[in-house]
Nanobody, 114 residues
Framework: QVQLVESGGGLVQAGGSLRLSCAAS????????MGWYRQAPGKQRELVAI???????NYADSVKGRFTIFRGTAKNTVDLQMNSLKPEDKAVYYC????????WGQGTQVTVSS
């Protein structure tokens, strides 16, 4: 069984920063990629950023230059540094782990006030 534990969401003013962390545990053999998606009210879940097993990264156009994804210091962890946050970044952010099937965290709320 695989578990994802997220932390770091919260309320921040526009222009501020937050850092999200995700730790994966359980029966993890080969990670295809790990990353973050988000879902705003009334919208579909969308990719924010992912990092692959060979450390390639992919970002949504809307966050390029503002968000950075990187591996945490502990094994099977991934962090998302979010800078210059905008009100439109408000969403529930979900950690995502792709093994032989996808796994999702429970989500952490990010709210950006204008």
């Amino acid at each position: 069984q695989v578990q994802l534990v997220e932390s770091g969401g919260g309320l921040v003013q526009a222009g501020g920063s937050l850092r999200l962390s995700c730790a994966a545990s359980g029966n993890i053999v080969i990670i295809t990629f790990m990353g973050w998606y988000r879902q705003a009210p009334g919208k579909q879940r969308e990719l924010v950023a992912i990092i692959t097993s060979d450390n390639s990264t992919n970002y949504a156009d809307s966050v390029k230059g503002r968000f950075t994804i990187f591996r945490g210091t502990a094994k099977n962890t991934v962090d998302l540094q979010m800078n210059s946050l905008k009100p439109e970044d408000k969403a529930v952010y979900y950690c995502h782990l792709r093994l032989w099937r996808p796994y999702w965290g429970q989500g952490t709320q990010v709210t950006v006030s204008s």
